[in-house]
Every structure is written in C-alpha cells, then in structure tokens.
C-alpha cells in the first residue's frame, strides 16, 4: 500500500479589497500605486498589471481597473519542488464556478477572487479539506 496521505493548505483571507488594474506597456508606477497591506507590479510586453488595496486606485484612473476583489493567500514558504500546489486551490474553485486571479511569488501564492464570490470560495476550499482563516 503506497497511499500518501496529502495534508491540507493553510490560506489566510488578508484584510481589504483589492483593485486589479493593466495599464499600457512601457508604463510606469503611478504614485498612487503603495505596496501595502499586498501590492504587486508586473510588466509584461503589452502592459503593466498592477494588484492593490482598491482605496489606493483614484476613481477617475484611465486605466482598465477591476475592483471589489478578496485575496487568499496560501500560507508558505513553499518549495519550488512542490508540485500542484495551486491546482489544489484552483480545483475546487473552479468545479464552484468561481473565476480567480493568481499570483506567486517567492515564497507562496495568492488567488483573488471577486468579493460577491468570497463566501462560496471560502466554502468550496473548507469542503476540499483546507483550512481558510479570516483576518479581516
């Protein structure tokens, strides 16, 4: 018998709402751009992706700008071996219909999902065995 017994993932909810926002390609940080409580900037070749607390984002910014996202963070370090991590996440998630957005890092991951989707995300991951902290 050869059975692993695979233990459950830790994530926390982090406080707040965030903004997900993709800017033109070549563009720099915007001053209104903080990195806290968790922030992100990723430059691509057609644009510049940006991930915030939502307060930060002006309401008159002329970029393309998704609001009202919660943010999971999966407690780490996790080692680069690791394998299918996130897809243990993202299964449940998306067999709940629930559409994410992700993010690594260094040491862990962070899957958005949309703020009206938080209660049922928190649900699909809790009935797939994980265990899910609100620190809000």
């Known amino acids: ?31 209104w751009f903080q990195p806290r409580p968790f922030a992100t900037a990723s430059w691509a070749m057609d644009e510049l992706s940006l991930v915030c607390a939502q307060e930060q984002v002006p309401a008159d910014v002329l970029a393309r700008c998704e609001r009202d996202w919660c943010c999971l963070m999966l407690h780490g370090p996790i080692p680069f071996q690791s394998t299918g991590i996130l897809f243990r996440i993202l299964q449940p998630l998306a067999a709940a219909g629930i559409g994410i957005f992700a993010i690594s890092t260094f040491d862990t991951d962070y899957v958005l999902v949309k703020e009206a989707s938080r209660e049922a995300a928190i649900a699909a ?9 609100d620190r809000n």
């Open 125 to 133: 991951l809790v009935d797939d065995g994980h265990r899910v902290m």
């Open 1 to 31: 018998m050869n059975e692993s017994v695979v233990p459950p993932l830790k994530l926390s909810v982090l406080p707040g709402r965030f903004a997900v926002c993709g800017l033109p390609a070549g563009s720099t940080l915007p001053t």
